[in-house]
Every structure is written in structure tokens, then in C-alpha cells.
């Protein structure tokens, strides 16, 4: 089995859960050049990095035009570095 290991303070999140078919209200379809880059994605893989905020599995907004897209394993992969992740995404109860 094949694994991407990221180096020099960076992260791999995936990018494969965004819909691959969009649509227009009037039911045009959105080419995947047109659509807009996410900026939430789960961590897959993190270099080795003293005390970080994130771990595998965590879902974060990171920078919008930061980081490299690759297609690893059929997977639409980013690898951004550590420093361009602005914010972790948690899930609270309502008050």
C-alpha cells in the first residue's frame, strides 16, 4: 500500500468529498474550471510538527489560493503548508 508522508511542515487534506457535478440555477452545469477551490477539507496526513493545533481527521479552512493539488490514489489531494491553516472546524452544542 502506498501512503503520502508530507515533509517540511505541511499537510494533506483531501479534496475528493467536493460534488463533482454542479449545476446553475437554471440548470447549467459549472465546468470544474469554473468552480471555485474549497477552503474546508479533512487532514490526512500531517509532517512532523512540534505541538500542532490539528490532527488527522480534523476538518480546517485554510488560505484560498494555497498549496499544491495532486491526485494520488484516485484522491484529489492538497498539500499546503503547516503555517496557511487559518482555523479548525469543530462541531458545539447549541446554549
Avoid: C, W
Avoid at 10 to 26: C, F, G, P, Y
Avoid at 27 to 46: C, R, Y
Avoid at 56 to 62: A, E, K, Y
Avoid at 66 to 81: A, H, M, Q, Y
Wanted: aromatic fraction near 6%; charged fraction near 25%.
Amino acid at each position: 500500500m502506498k501512503e503520502l508522508q508530507p515533509l517540511n511542515e505541511n499537510v494533506i487534506l483531501d479534496l475528493s468529498n467536493e460534488k463533482t457535478e454542479q449545476r446553475t440555477a437554471s440548470g447549467l452545469i459549472i465546468p470544474d474550471t469554473a468552480k471555485e477551490k474549497p477552503q474546508i477539507a479533512k487532514v490526512i496526513a500531517i509532517s512532523t510538527i512540534e505541538n500542532p493545533a490539528v490532527f488527522v481527521g480534523d476538518s480546517v479552512l485554510f488560505k484560498k489560493y494555497s498549496g499544491t493539488e495532486i491526485e494520488f490514489d484516485g484522491r484529489k489531494l492538497l498539500v499546503i503548508p503547516y503555517a496557511d491553516i487559518l482555523a479548525k472546524v469543530v462541531t458545539t452544542d447549541e446554549i
